[in-house]
């Protein structure tokens, strides 16, 4: 993977955090990495990093193998139409980042028997620890483990049914929202139980780390380490009880459900 020529198209927010987290692996060379955007003036604090950059789709494209589509649900079957006849057979891997666009749908824009690839990464991509799952039209081992390393590269991967991206997009990538505002909320308590701002954050923020990592590490459900700390009559059941009582599970599961319903229709 480290050789592969590797395009971004449409490199928005999520292409800007897929690029910064290849550009931080070791061996990947920038000149071998072209990015794409109409307003390419935003892109122009990348112009030290090496890479390529041009608005010019069709050359990005011929000049790379692995072609990593970051363009908007609304567009992208409109520009892999226009650009169609820049996918060529044995070269080119086409991978889309688009919420609900099936593998069926970009098949009829492109040329159909490339490998296609949806990937579904999220904004951790950034600093390299992004969850990214993956499915194909594919049933070339190699060509998966391709796209799989490359992703590999920017955090965690999973392969799943297709079926299931949906569902995906909103557990892993709406869900760096969902945790963001469940962090923000714990600062804003912190603040209000006497911290000042960059004090709660730093407390807040490794005390996140480190439940995803004792989840992680130790591969326990969630109420085992919350037995831990949960002691009769204590402050931490205290306020987990409250915070049950106002609806913070229910509305958490609600709100997962509803970005779920928002992607179905």
């Keep these: 993977m480290i050789e592969k020529k590797i395009a971004i198209i449409g490199c928005g927010n999520l292409g800007l955090s897929i690029l910064n987290g290849l550009l931080n692996i070791q061996g990947i060379k920038a000149s071998n990495i072209t990015v794409t955007k109409r307003d390419i003036n935003t892109l122009g604090h990348l112009l030290k990093t090496g890479i390529n950059i041009t608005t010019d789709n069709v050359k990005a494209i011929s000049e790379s193998e692995i072609i990593i589509v970051a363009l908007k649900p609304y567009n992208i079957s409109t520009v892999l139409k226009e650009l169609s006849s820049s996918f060529k057979k044995e070269k080119h891997i086409l991978v889309s980042l688009a919420t609900g666009i099936s593998i069926e749908e970009l098949e009829k824009n492109v040329n159909p028997s490339i490998p296609i690839f949806r990937a579904m990464p999220n904004t951790a991509a950034d600093v390299s620890t992004a969850m990214t799952c993956i499915s194909s039209n594919s049933q070339d081992d190699k060509t998966i483990k391709l796209v799989k390393q490359c992703f590999d590269s920017i955090g965690n991967t999973i ?53 995803a990592e004792l989840l992680i590490e130790r591969n326990e459900h969630p109420e085992f380490e919350i037995d831990k700390v949960t002691t009769p009559k204590g402050c931490t059941i205290t306020g987990l009880n409250e915070m049950e009582h106002n609806g913070f599970s229910s509305a958490l599961i609600k709100g997962i459900v509803a970005s779920f319903d928002a992607i179905e229709k």
């Design 159 to 211: 392969i799943i049914n297709e079926i299931l991206m949906d569902a995906a997009t909103v557990l892993g990538a709406c869900g760096i929202a969902y945790v963001l505002r469940f962090i923000r909320a714990m600062v804003q308590g912190g603040i209000q139980i006497g911290f000042d701002s960059k004090t709660a954050s730093e407390i807040v923020n490794q005390t996140v780390k480190g439940a």
